[in-house]
């Protein structure tokens, strides 16, 4: 392919330089409705899955009709929405925290007729690709991670895992039927960039090996006192080894110390530790970010392991199915998730949602682990 300079001049690479510009300002992007009504909103409704009504003091309306979306997401697919908000808003349209879409417009009529156009939309292999849903008490869109698609220190893929969920949840995306909102999130490794400690179900990609070392060149890519600063659990120790008469100096990693974390390889290319059959999922239930009646809470484990079976995670997605089938027969209404765990009682929980309990699950790090022991004789046979 021929070079195409876009004016930038590598031999005088600061001239002409534009640089600390920030983020456009968001007052640039709004519909003509927002713009008016900014800080004048009454009350909104949900009409139905996927449709929103908000009311402003001056009586003027907007109606938001939010949709599904991979994330990840071809040019040729964002020119797609484009198209949908030339031909229907005005050309605007906005991104939720959790990566649908939500086109605005002005009467229920044309929110319909979007719903009903939006729906239409398939790619070829038949998957929607403009599903309308996402509010109130369901299970909207999974916020998720990299996975093999561009991380280097993932233990399961993302876009993978998020797919095969919401394949199995779709119903519940274009519902209302839950007892509160539930949350599902996804990270390919513990770093858990997004949100799977605060959400109501997570989804963990998890080591199960200890690092593999190599010695001969560790001590040129790493900062040897990083690796070791790395570990939770202090699992590694400098040290020498001889190789072929060469004495190296790397580090040494005490087997029955190391949880597989993989922190020292995320500051260390010589211990990686990736494993096709030891690598997989441990799944996290109970956390939330908002203050509604109970406080935030942190998800906790309740599967430590399930194998990674790409292309579709077939076991991960029906223990899912499972948690979340048990928690919609047994929670009251605005219960999330942890609430509802907490007041039946976590032995509970384990025997309504048909889980083993193992010894993974028990909390063993540092002196905090402590406080998730059971220090009462209240508990439930
Ligand atoms: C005075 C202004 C507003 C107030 C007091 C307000 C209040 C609320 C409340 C209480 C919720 C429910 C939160 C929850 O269930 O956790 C909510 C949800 C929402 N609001 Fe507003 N809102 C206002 C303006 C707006 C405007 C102008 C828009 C966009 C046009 C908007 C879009 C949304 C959306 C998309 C949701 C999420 C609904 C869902 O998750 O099902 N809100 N709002
Ligand atoms: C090895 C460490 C990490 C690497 C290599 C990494 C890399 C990336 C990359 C390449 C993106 C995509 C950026 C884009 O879309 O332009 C991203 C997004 C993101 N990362 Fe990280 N990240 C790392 C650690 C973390 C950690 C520790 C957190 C949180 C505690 C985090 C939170 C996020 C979030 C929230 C996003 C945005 C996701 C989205 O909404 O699309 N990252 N990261
Ligand atoms: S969760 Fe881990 S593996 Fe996944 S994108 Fe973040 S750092 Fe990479
Ligand atoms: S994987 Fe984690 S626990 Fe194991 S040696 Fe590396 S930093 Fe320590």
Known sequence: MAFISSGYNPEKPMEGRITDIGPQHFDKFLPPVIKNNFGKW?????????????????GDKVYTIRCGAARLMSVTLIREVCDIADKYCGGHLRFTTRNNIEFMVETEEDAKALKKHLNDQKFDGGSYKFPVGGTGAGVTN???????????????????TVKATMDEVFE??????????????MACCLNMCGAVHCSDISILGIHRKPPMIDHEYLDNLCEIPLAVAACPTGAIRPSKVEIDGKSF???????????????????????????KEGDGIALMVGGKISNRISKPAFSKVVVPFIPNEPPRWPTMTKTIRKILDAYAKGANKYERLGDWATRIGWERFFEVCELPFTEHLIDDFRDPAYYTWRQTSQFKW
């Open 42 to 58: 009454l009350y909104h409704e949900i009409l139905e899955p996927g449709l929103l009504v908000h009311v402003a003091e001056s």
């Open 142 to 160: 999974i916020v998720h991670t990299q996975g093999w698609v561009h991380c280097h220190t993932p233990a399961t893929d993302a876009s993978g």
């Open 172 to 185: 519940e995306f274009t519902h209302m039927r839950l007892p509160a909102p539930v949350r599902i999130s």
């Open 249 to 275: 100096k790397t580090v040494a990693v005490k087997e029955e110390r190391c949880m597989f974390c993989g922190n020292c390889y995320t500051m260390c290319p010589s211990m990686p530790l990736s494993d």
